[in-house]
């Protein structure tokens, strides 16, 4: 069964710490994206990553950044944590464009900024 | 450059049929649609290519109209699993799909 984990399901961190969200994902996949969730704006996209070491900002990157070292892992990283980064994260893989781009998300992490 | 979705919101009773629009400001490679019910993952539905194709999912189904950039998601007999939010992705060609807000489909017994 193909699978893309999260680090965390819930996370309460204060304000100006670092925070780092893991993404690991079983199917071999190029593709790998964060997004935000909020109520009423749906799934933005901060950033992808289409191979390794590679990473594209997406249309919210401000105050995020993105690690991708191997090929199954893409870490989002808030550089200092602010309250209006309270949301609920996804991560999703997809195989290469051009293929079959269906994206499999993972379970989520809803991090809370106090 | 987010795709809009039509209607944000709609309630139905079991057995009913119901419509949910995707229409985009750019000229689209393809559409996806997925389904995310109340604390879980979005999970894919179909996806439609370029070309005015129609697809279908057990008793839900999708049309693609490439010349008006938009997408229609047909659910047809609805049953209670059908409760969730159903997002439209467009893809304009490349790496990226660009999700709309979403549309809430509550059914009910």
């Known amino acids: 069964d193909v699978k893309v984990t999260q680090s965390s399901r819930y996370l309460v961190k204060r304000t100006g710490e670092k925070v780092f969200l893991e993404c690991v994902q079983d199917?071999?996949?190029?593709?790998m994206f964060w997004y935000r969730q909020d109520p009423g704006l749906g799934l933005r996209l901060i950033y992808f990553?289409?191979?390794?070491?590679?990473?594209e900002k997406g249309d919210i990157p401000e105050g995020y950044s993105v690690s991708r070292e191997k090929k199954e892992r893409f870490s989002l990283i808030l550089e200092s944590a602010s309250t209006n980064q309270t949301s609920m994260y996804l991560c999703?893989?997809?195989?290469?464009?051009?293929?079959?781009?269906?994206?499999?998300f993972g379970p989520g992490t809803r991090l809370t900024v106090l | 450059q987010q795709p809009v979705q039509s209607p944000q919101a709609v309630i139905l009773r079991e057995g009913e049929d119901a419509v949910i629009n995707c229409s985009s400001s750019?000229?689209?490679?393809?559409v996806h649609w997925y389904r995310q019910k109340h604390g879980e993952a979005p999970v894919f539905l179909m996806i439609?290519?370029?070309?005015?194709e129609q697809k279908g999912h057990e008793k839900i189904s999708a049309s693609f109209n490439e010349k008006k950039q938009q997408s229609s998601l047909y659910l047809t007999a609805s049953q209670l699993s059908y409760s969730g939010t159903y997002f439209c992705?467009?893809?304009?060609?490349?790496?990226?799909?660009?999700f709309g807000a979403g549309t809430r489909l509550f059914v009910k017994a």
């Open positions: 999703a893989s997809s195989p290469p464009t051009g293929v079959r781009n269906e994206q499999f």
């Open positions: 199917m071999d996949h190029e593709n």
């Open positions: 990553s289409y191979d390794v070491k590679m990473k």
């Open positions: 750019k000229a689209l490679y393809s």
């Open positions: 439609l290519l370029k070309g005015g």
């Open positions: 992705g467009t893809d304009t060609g490349g790496f990226k799909t660009i």
